[in-house]
């Protein structure tokens, strides 16, 4: 966990605060911060909010992961960006894909599945 935390300290701010809250219950964990202080941790989640930081981070993680493998596919950016030859194929295979996660999206959630698409043509 320490190893993690200051690995990230040398990469740019991307406002991941869902990591940064799963980092923070990591090293707040007594087994992690006795190795780091002698003081007392001057940070407490309670079960319940470590239990949901670390569920919330790992639906995070697995969604980054899908969208790098789209990223991959259409061979874009982070921001959506691609070469000029690859702009129709990028374009259409987009589409595609976003269609196909509001497909299977549960009915309540098709709206903001939609809406939230990182790749929207505007």
């Known amino acids: 966990?320490?190893?993690?935390?200051?690995?990230?300290?040398?990469?740019?701010?991307?406002?991941?605060?869902?990591?940064?809250?799963?980092?923070?219950?990591?090293?707040?964990?007594?087994?992690?911060?006795?190795?780091?202080s002698l003081a007392a941790c001057p940070v407490v989640f309670s079960d319940e909010e470590r239990e949901a930081a670390i569920a919330e981070s790992q639906?995070?993680?697995?969604?980054?992961?899908?969208?790098?493998?789209v990223r991959e596919h259409l061979n874009i950016d982070l921001e959506g960006g691609t070469d000029p030859d690859n702009f129709e194929r990028a374009v259409e295979g987009n589409h595609q894909f976003r269609m196909e996660m509001v497909r299977q999206a549960e009915a309540d959630q098709q709206e903001?599945?939609?809406r939230n698409w990182p790749y929207k043509d505007k």
Do not use: F, H
Not at 14 to 34: H, K, M, Q
């Open 1 to 36: 966990m320490l190893q993690y935390l200051l690995r990230q300290t040398g990469y740019p701010w991307d406002a991941d605060v869902i990591n940064l809250r799963a980092a923070l219950v990591g090293i707040t964990t007594p087994s992690v911060w006795s190795k780091i």
């Open 59 to 69: 639906e995070w993680n697995e969604s980054e992961q899908l969208l790098s493998r």
């Open 112 to 114: 903001i599945c939609w």
